[in-house]
């Protein structure tokens, strides 16, 4: 399958469930029900720019599913804890690895990054997505009142959306360890093999073989 079939059918699947999920099966009254409105676009305008993002078919799948994930507060999953956790948290988390994909294949292709400078880069990169996402959320509360809002203000936890940049950065770093033993595995096996070429190309040595001197008459 070509890579550019592989993008249609992401975006294509991706926006159908977004729209079913929003408009015929979340649950009556919630403030994510129209969050399609936003989740949508978003989905397109990275397709748009695949070319530019040097975007990999599986990482578009990837933040593809983010979205989905996101959505599923339109079964107030945003209220609910998952093995001790917020769902908030595991949201955030996965994220931070999407976009840590993202982003450092753009910046390695893109920008001939590399070493520490790449990692820095993404993580400071990750930072202000996460921080432009937290001002949406606030707009939205400001404009659309606390109820329907997207941020929750919580007396009891007043460090949500440091929580949320915290967890953004987190995946950010995981996403970076994982591409590095990736990158490590896939240079040890190149180099394995260019010694075995070496060792099959390399002519047979024949055996010294020692030549009778013959004897004065």
């Known amino acids: 399958m070509s890579s550019e079939r592989s993008f249609k059918i992401v975006v294509g699947a991706g926006t159908a469930v977004l729209l079913v999920v929003s408009l015929l099966i979340a649950n009556p009254g919630s403030t994510y029900r129209f969050a399609?409105?936003?989740?949508?676009?978003?989905?397109?305008?990275?397709?748009?720019l695949r070319e530019r993002l040097v975007l990999h078919p599986a990482h578009f799948a990837l933040f593809a599913s983010f979205l989905l994930l996101h959505d599923l507060g339109v079964f107030g999953a945003y209220r609910q804890k998952f093995f001790g956790l917020q769902f908030d948290v595991y949201v955030h988390f996965y994220f931070g690895i999407v976009g840590g994909f993202v982003l450092l294949r753009a910046f390695q292709l893109r920008c001939g990054w590399s070493g520490w400078w790449l990692v820095a880069a993404t993580g400071l990169f990750l930072l202000g997505m996460g921080a432009i996402h937290e001002l949406i959320e606030c707009a939205s509360t400001i404009w659309l009142g606390k109820e329907k809002g997207m941020l929750k203000l919580d007396p009891n936890d007043p460090y949500d959306t440091q929580k949320d940049l915290m967890n953004n950065l987190l995946g950010a770093m995981l996403a970076c360890m994982i591409q590095a033993l990736i990158s490590r595995k896939a240079t040890d096996n190149c180099r394995s093999r260019r010694d075995?070429?070496?060792i099959s190309d390399e002519p047979a040595k024949e055996p010294l073989t020692s030549t009778p001197t013959r004897g004065a008459s």
């Open 36 to 48: 399609f409105l936003f989740l949508v676009p978003v989905l397109w305008a990275v397709y748009a």
């Open 196 to 198: 075995e070429a070496q």
